[in-house]
């Protein structure tokens, strides 16, 4: 779907979407899914501390197509969005994806039943949601997150992933994590607030200078 409401377009796009004619088709290997933000947009998710867009930040080289000088100066400015609100909002994502996992919470299908059949639950979401546990956790402590994740994370994380981990392991992990996260919105080094007029400036001046650049 696409939108013009921030001047700028935003966009999602899956090609298994447009492969099944399904809004709700799985993703398959070498399959796309795409988001595209405006950069106003983005800031504004990023200033809240939004799990998904906080990792643009840290993508290493190896992980970018392309890098302009707008995306230079962005990653660059990584300090400027850290704060504790990063952590109530992985505190509330990581609770609700727990809630999700048992049956707790009302959602969409998440459950892959083959996995589920095989394992007792789903190892892939659980997966995910430990991951998120875990790069709040770095996020509060830190005011960064490493990519790709670090050992012996990820291969913990892989471990769950094929089911290695019985769902009572993981769930005892999660609440730990959730306590942990909890914790961190008191101790954390990091500010109570991002610095605004910072970014502020940033995006205003991307703004300009693009449009600018197209007369």
């Known amino acids: 779907m696409w939108s013009d409401s921030e001047s700028l377009s935003i966009g999602v796009y899956r090609s298994a979407a447009e492969r ?5 088709a799985r993703s398959q290997a070498g399959d796309l899914d795409l988001t595209i933000y405006s950069l106003r947009k983005w800031a504004r998710l990023a200033l809240q501390g939004n799990p998904t867009v906080l990792p643009l930040l840290f993508l290493p080289d190896s992980a970018v197509v392309i890098r302009t000088d707008v995306g230079k100066q962005l990653q660059g400015l990584a300090p400027a969005f850290a704060s504790r609100h990063a952590g109530q909002r992985f ?3 990581l609770e609700a994806q727990r809630q999700r996992l048992v049956g707790e919470r ?4 998440i459950h892959r039943a ?9 190892t892939k979401y659980a997966m995910h949601m ?5 790069q709040g956790v770095e996020f509060m402590e ?9 050992e012996p994370v990820r291969s913990h994380l892989m471990d ?6 019985n769902l009572a392991d993981v769930l005892a992990e999660c609440t730990e994590l959730e306590l942990r996260l909890s914790k961190l919105l008191e101790s954390s080094p990091l500010p109570s607030e991002p610095d605004l007029k910072r970014v502020e400036d940033f995006v205003m001046d991307a703004y ?4 600018g650049a197209h007369g």
């Open 20 to 24: 099944e004619r399904n809004p709700g």
């Open 91 to 93: 505190l509330r994502y």
């Open 106 to 109: 009302g959602q969409l299908d």
């Open 114 to 122: 083959h996995l589920v059949e095989q394992f007792g639950y789903d």
């Open 130 to 134: 430990l991951r998120l546990g875990h």
């Open 142 to 150: 830190s005011g960064r997150l490493a990519l790709p994740i670090r």
């Open 160 to 165: 769950v992933r094929s089911g290695r981990s």
């Open 208 to 211: 300009a200078s693009a449009w």
